[in-house]
């Protein structure tokens, strides 16, 4: 289960994230970001409450990465170990934005 908690301010995005990131809730994040992200410059997805990333999450944020690129910026915050080590496995580590990564 993923619970999605949207705050949109002028053209500043937050997406915070709780739960899990998979197959099952992957397209749900990409239709929420696919409807919020237009005139959105900034974009931060907020990590704190999620305990699980897949591929198909990967991929979502692959695809919100290429489009905040070309409109703006993207940044994750708040990724736990777990994640993390998801991110730095994978290749994430180098093409997101990670604050508060070393």
């Given at each position: 289960?993923?619970?999605?908690k949207?705050?949109?301010n002028n053209a500043a995005a937050v997406f915070a994230l709780e739960g899990r990131l998979d197959t099952t809730t992957a397209p749900e994040l990409d239709q929420e970001l696919k409807r919020s992200l237009l005139?959105?410059?900034t974009l931060t997805i907020d990590m704190k409450d999620l305990s699980y990333i897949s591929s198909?999450?990967?991929?979502?944020?692959?695809a919100a990465q290429k489009l905040m690129n070309k409109q703006g910026k993207m940044t994750v915050c708040n990724v736990n170990e777990t994640v993390?080590?998801?991110f730095e496995v994978?290749?994430?580590s180098d093409i997101l934005d990670i604050e508060g990564a070393d």
């Amino acid at each position: 289960m993923l619970n999605i908690k949207k705050t949109i301010n002028n053209a500043a995005a937050v997406f915070a994230l709780e739960g899990r990131l998979d197959t099952t809730t992957a397209p749900e994040l990409d239709q929420e970001l696919k409807r919020s992200l237009l005139g959105v410059t900034t974009l931060t997805i907020d990590m704190k409450d999620l305990s699980y990333i897949s591929s198909a999450g990967l991929r979502v944020l692959l695809a919100a990465q290429k489009l905040m690129n070309k409109q703006g910026k993207m940044t994750v915050c708040n990724v736990n170990e777990t994640v993390m080590e998801i991110f730095e496995v994978t290749g994430f580590s180098d093409i997101l934005d990670i604050e508060g990564a070393d």
